[in-house]
């Protein structure tokens, strides 16, 4: 369906009173923030809310307010389902399609009205409701948006997740989608009581020792092209062993990778639990990973991006840095 205004989401929002709010697997700071930010702008304005996901909260972003409230998957009986009334609102946030949403405990075919926010080039307007802002710096920063058209006061369960949706999906207000808008948002979000030196400090200087293990791990493996245009590390199985990293610990690796001078890409290419191999692109100048990444059914930004493959993680590897290296040569994905 076509897309809509900020002003028409504000007004569903006042209009109904039962809302399910979701987000992606691999919940990140947007996917989080933005969450949080949405539910308590539905409890400033006496709606009913749950937030429900498929994947745990990661401890870096535990000190979010509202976390406990959290339903996640991972802990419920199997053949639990959430109770949708007739008039029940999905909004889903930070995802470009829906299967990314991965496994929610909900009947999805029994809701009326799926409401789509997002700012992927990728996103298929899944909903019933999209508002898709491709200039935004994150989700976050469309839920700030929506705070005001719906004159919401600006407490710190708002501003606090809010900031963190900023300052995670501009990598720290460094990547291309940091604006002077993205600043003005977050000098208001600031002056409203989010500090950013103790928000950081959560999410940056939080790690477990086992983080780094595998960073430097990660590091050992470490490639690059004759050219050096491009770098690669893997993260498998047996890494993940023996540092006793947890899954969300490979988080950082491939910007790590990117810092190289010269280096336009960066590929991380981990070996997941279930068997596949999820990876990561990262980019900086022209080269748009999100559509290169979308050879392979996945997606993203144009300097961040991801997808996932089956098969043996050698053989992926393979094909996937020949497809870089041609691309690179040809000049394509610009
Ligand atoms: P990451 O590499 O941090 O997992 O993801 C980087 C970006 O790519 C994020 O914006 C994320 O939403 C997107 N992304 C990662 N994996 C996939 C995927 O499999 N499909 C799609 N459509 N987007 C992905
Ligand atoms: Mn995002």
Redesign the pocket.
């Known amino acids: 369906m076509e897309g809509t205004s900020i002003g028409k989401i504000a007004k569903l929002i006042k209009t109904y009173h039962n809302f399910i709010i979701t987000s992606?697997v691999?919940l990140?700071g947007d996917a989080l923030g933005s969450e949080l930010a949405l539910y308590f702008i539905l409890k400033q304005l006496q709606k009913k809310a749950k937030i429900v996901n498929q994947d745990q909260v990661p401890y870096i972003y535990q000190f979010l307010p509202g976390v406990d409230e959290i339903i996640c998957s991972d802990k419920l009986d199997k053949n639990f389902k959430l109770e949708i009334e007739r008039d029940t609102v999905l909004v889903v946030l930070?995802s470009?399609?829906l299967e990314?949403i991965g496994n929610i405990p909900l009947e999805i075919e029994k809701i009326r009205i799926i409401v789509n926010i997002d700012h992927?080039p990728?996103n298929t307007n899944f909903g019933h409701v999209n508002y898709i802002d491709v200039n935004s710096s994150s989700v976050g920063e469309i839920i700030f948006q929506l705070s005001k058209e719906l004159n919401c006061e600006l407490t710190e369960q708002l501003v606090i997740p809010m900031f963190t949706a900023i300052v995670t999906d501009t990598g720290s207000f460094r990547y291309a989608n940091t604006t002077a808008e993205t600043f003005h948002t977050a000098f208001l979000l600031t002056k409203s009581g989010a500090n950013p030196h103790l928000i950081t400090n959560y999410i940056y200087n939080n790690n477990e020792l086992s983080a780094l293990k595998l960073l430097g791990e990660a590091l050992l493996k470490l490639q690059i092209d004759k050219n050096s245009r491009f770098a690669w590390s893997v993260v498998t199985r047996e890494m993940m062993g023996r540092t006793c990293a947890r899954e969300e610990e490979t988080?950082g690796i491939?910007d790590k990778i990117l810092s190289i001078r010269k280096v336009q890409v960066s590929v991380l290419f981990k070996e997941t639990k279930e068997g596949t191999t999820?990876i990561?692109?990262r980019s900086k100048g022209e080269f748009n990973v999100d559509l290169f990444?979308r050879i392979f059914?996945?997606?993203?930004?144009p300097n961040?991006?991801?997808?996932?493959l089956e098969g043996d993680i050698n053989t992926i590897v393979k094909k996937v840095l020949t497809e870089l290296k041609k691309a690179l040569n040809n000049g394509n994905y610009r």
């Open positions: 992606h691999n990140d930070d470009s399609n990314r992927h990728s988080e491939v999820k990561s692109f990444s059914g996945g997606g993203g930004h961040a991006a991801g997808c996932q």
